[in-house]
């Protein structure tokens, strides 16, 4: 029971950050709207064009490759505490993860995955 209790405490306290803030936010908003306020802020320029324009798929690979080495680089934070208790074992299995890691960069580097100049 102690164990849900803790789940339930942390959901309680969740959900009131959340609804407080939704709440601050609301009361300490902008309360006089203009077409300025609500304008999309695109880095100090103005809009231009539709918002629903096809993008360049490269646009998406660049974005799935990145998510791809961050996510596997999130790994080497545990293999970081456990270092000690793995021993060397653990840290060629590491060194060959690295590996894998550099051979998919240099890959997807050569196949100009990477590349933003002209489509080509």
Known sequence: MQGWLSIFIM?????AFGGIMVGLGV???PSKPSPEKSA???CGMPAVGDARERQSVKFYLVAMIFLLFDI???FLYPWAMALRDLGWPGFVQVVLFMGLLLTGYIYVWRKGALDWGADK
Not at 11 to 15: A, C, K, T
């Open 11 to 15: 959901l309680i306290v969740g959900l």
């Open 72 to 74: 596997e680089v999130a």
């Open 27 to 29: 009361l300490l908003g």
């Open 40 to 42: 999309p802020y695109e």
